[in-house]
């Protein structure tokens, strides 16, 4: 709404057609309409709590936290181009639609964002949005989901291994078998993560360690005595063979005497990255983050720091989201010479038009162990 008022948009000028939207629009459109169908047949079954854990999930996890927060830029472009038309359109027609459905349940909310929306007299006395199979697409919510998932297992590492949101990583590298898959999507791995590049992989051993050992619920019976042998025989594997348990395949093996066939289920497998890599492995799916910190990447994460403690500062000065602003800064030479390759980007991400230094802010702020004092005036005003 802020964005859409800002820009003066009336959404009948947004009329985009499905096949000219971007693949990001044509996966919410197949998620919601998922949704409308799941929802549709609660409410037919009157399960209400059906219903309500649908909507939820959907509204944070889909719409908010994922499609929404994507695609700020889109909504934030100079350009009344089809982009942006689309993005609005897209959204106009979903949060019109979560307010038909909620509206059972949750009368007033839904009546407030339908009125405002549509300008139309009101959500109760509207029908019932209808789903459509056609806007169904398993290809492109399989490719979208994927994308998330690995996103999820970077993260982690991150968490993990306790390296900044802001703090630019040189590299993510992923399964080669994923390639053809999501190929054309590594740029939302790379802004999600926080890295500069994807790197699709087959040779794992160059970045970590396996370590293979029994699953001794699993095949403690089935070897009995001959455990041992199993145990030393799984420490001799080749990788391709350890790849092929991680990727669900089966191998054989002669244990006392005897072939066996050897699946995932029978093997715990350990995974240690080598030095200056740092991985992560869920549901068959692995991320290794190259962790190698080098002044250039420290540096982009001393300007990322500052333009986030501007933007706070920005919102807490009450400025409008389009105001061009002055900065003044008061700090160590260290700080300035860590800023001063990226002052363009600084000034492009806070809508900043010139930087000048000031001795004797009194007010400071710590950004990444820097003590620096930030002043802000809205410019030409």
């Known amino acids: 709404t802020l964005y859409a008022n800002t820009d003066n948009i009336d959404i009948k000028d947004c009329n985009v057609k499905y096949e000219d939207r971007e693949e990001i629009d044509k996966w919410l459109l197949s998620k919601y309409n998922k949704l409308l169908k799941y929802v549709t047949e609660s409410y037919d ?131 080669a078998k994923n390639k053809d898959l999501i190929g054309d999507l590594t740029n939302l791995i790379e802004e999600e993560l926080n890295v500069k590049k994807v790197t699709f992989t087959s040779d794992t051993s160059v970045y970590m360690n396996y370590v293979v050992k029994p699953n001794f619920k699993e095949v403690g019976k089935l070897f009995g005595k001959n455990i041992k042998e199993f145990q030393n025989k799984l420490l001799e594997l080749k990788l391709e063979e350890i790849e092929k348990l991680n990727h669900n395949e089966e191998i054989t093996m002669d244990i006392g005497g005897q072939k066996y066939t050897i699946n995932k289920d029978m093997v715990d497998v350990k995974i240690f990255a080598k030095e200056g890599f740092n991985v992560g492995m869920e549901n068959n799916n692995y991320v290794i983050l190259n962790t190698t910190l080098t002044q250039d990447l420290i540096n982009e994460c001393l300007a990322r720091e500052t333009i986030s403690k501007v933007q706070q500062l920005r919102k807490n000065m009450n400025f409008d989201i389009a105001d061009r602003i002055n900065m003044y800064l008061d700090a160590s030479l260290e700080y300035k010479d860590g800023i001063n390759d990226y002052l363009d980007m600084i000034k492009e991400e806070t809508l900043t038009l010139n930087i000048y230094d000031k001795e004797g802010i009194s007010e400071k702020t710590l950004i990444n162990d820097f003590e620096v004092g930030i002043e802000l005036e809205i410019a030409n005003k």
């Open 45 to 175: 079954e009157y399960d209400l709590n059906k219903v309500v854990r649908a909507l939820t999930a959907f509204v944070s996890d889909d719409l908010s936290n994922w499609y929404i927060r994507r695609n700020r830029s889109r909504f934030w472009g100079s350009e009344l181009n089809d982009s942006k038309k689309s993005v609005y359109i897209t959204t106009y027609e979903v949060l019109v639609g979560i307010s038909q459905m909620m509206a059972p349940i949750v009368p007033y909310l839904s009546e407030e964002i339908y009125t405002n929306l549509t300008s139309e007299y009101s959500v109760h006395t509207s029908d019932f949005p209808k789903y459509d199979e056609n806007l169904i697409n398993e290809a492109v919510e399989e490719k979208m989901d994927l994308v998330r998932d690995l996103i999820s297992i970077g993260r982690y590492v991150r968490e993990e291994n306790k390296l900044k949101v802001r703090q630019p990583l040189s590299e993510i590298l992923i399964d």
